[in-house]
Nanobody, 126 residues
């Protein structure tokens, strides 16, 4: 069974940090582009960051650029999202997704991924 499981969500104060993890079972993340998305109450799901399959190129939404870092941990078959300088507007359910694209050296922050996790809640509040 192919599955993605997110973890690491929590309640954190503004300015704090969290590290989200996306772990896979049933397949190897090395061969997939990975995207992180989030959905706040009453809003559409939006792309946050992604990392490509082959050369590990990364992309970030303007709203998180300079604060979030996506990386692979191939030893754990996982992808992490390090989130620093968190703001209340970062509050959302965060999802990871895996997909294979024709251009292996890039990734996308649209919903065109094959596998999705169930999400982990991140709340930034004092």
């Amino acid at each position: 069974q192919l599955q993605l499981v997110e973890s690491g969500g929590a309640l954190v104060q503004p300015g704090g940090s969290l590290r989200l993890s996306c772990a896979a079972s049933g397949f190897t993340l090395d061969y997939y582009a990975i995207g992180w998305f989030r959905q706040a109450p009453g809003k559409e799901r939006e792309g946050v960051s992604c990392i490509s399959e082959s050369i590990g190129s990364t992309h970030y939404a303007d709203s998180v650029k300079g604060r979030f870092t996506i990386s692979r941990d191939n030893t754990k078959n996982a992808v992490s999202l390090q989130m620093d300088s968190l703001k209340p507007e970062d509050t959302a359910v965060y999802y990871c997704a895996a997909g294979r694209f024709a251009l292996r050296s890039t990734c996308v922050m649209t919903n065109d991924y094959d596998y999705w996790g169930q999400g982990t809640q991140v709340t930034v509040s004092s």
